[in-house]
């Protein structure tokens, strides 16, 4: 209890009506009474304690370690949160740390669950096409783990023709994510590594323009000028030229006549 902390004139403020006898700041100096007040109620803006999981919590649980009520302490005075099941339930879980306010970080209102706000950081699941999935359709091991193919129409007899001839394209529950980081198709930004369609000569072309035959394939010479007959007599002195889509790429990686 850190009330032995509180000068003797501020004792007399400390009301049960307040947190249980717990003044937000009160105790640090300089000691000031214009310090709001803080209530199990105002304090859901921080963490909620009025309800939920850690209702009744009191406060020295995660902040009696301290001089100051700003500090506190998820993982050593209360309930479960020892290390070894900690540890085992999120593990694969990029960015995860073990530590006394890193819970915090991905459960700020103390549910055991991440909420589908917060979960919008890594995937998202309140809108686009994977709104409103359950938690076990992808964390079918648990939430420190995940898969992109035990779900709906990821069959890799259907996954790999589409991604034939796809450089580093490897069928597995996690590698979607990488090319696929908001489960929808690839946008145009995350194409232009590879070729730029969202500005310059191919900004807003169709993905079926150059991919006639699915996304594992591409075709620079069915496209508006680029027929071989056209294109044969302007590298007539290029050598080891071939009108082919690879070789179209090989020299002009950005799609522009005389890169390279």
Same mark, same amino acid.
């Given at each position: ?25 009160? !105790? ?75 819970? !915090? ?38 939430? *420190? ?18 991604? *034939? ?11 979607? !994510? ?21 500005? *310059?000569?191919? *900004? ?10 699915? !996304? ?45």
């Amino acid at each position: 209890n850190m009330a032995h902390n509180v000068r003797p004139w501020l004792a007399a403020v400390i009301g049960s009506t307040i947190l249980g006898g717990c003044l937000d700041q009160l !105790y640090a100096p300089p000691y000031s009474l214009e310090r709001e007040r803080i209530t199990r109620n105002t304090h859901t803006d921080l963490f909620p304690i009025a309800s939920g999981a850690h209702t009744g919590a009191d406060c020295n649980a995660c902040h009696g370690a301290f001089d100051t009520f700003t500090q506190f302490d998820c993982t050593t005075t209360c309930h479960e949160h020892a290390q070894a099941v900690t540890d085992a339930s999120h593990a694969g879980l990029a960015g995860y740390a073990y530590g006394p306010t890193t819970c !915090y970080d991905c459960h700020p209102t103390g549910t055991g669950s991440i909420s589908r706000e917060d979960h919008e950081r890594f995937f998202p699941i309140k809108t686009g096409n994977h709104g409103g999935l359950a938690c076990a359709s992808c964390h079918v091991a648990g939430a *420190g783990s995940f898969s992109c193919i035990d779900c709906h129409e990821h069959a890799q007899a259907a996954t790999d023709p589409v991604h *034939g001839g796809l450089a580093d394209y490897v069928y597995g529950p996690t590698t979607c !994510y990488t090319c696929h980081p908001t489960g929808e198709g690839m946008s145009r930004a995350q194409h232009d590594p590879y070729f730029p369609i969202v500005s *310059g000569r191919h *900004g807003g072309l169709s993905c079926t323009t150059c991919h006639p035959s699915g !996304y594992g394939t591409f075709s620079c010479i069915d496209c508006h000028e680029h027929l071989c007959t056209s294109m044969n007599p302007k590298h007539n002195e290029v050598g080891n030229y071939s009108c082919t889509s690879s070789r179209c790429v090989n020299c002009h990686p950005r799609g522009v006549a005389g890169d390279d």
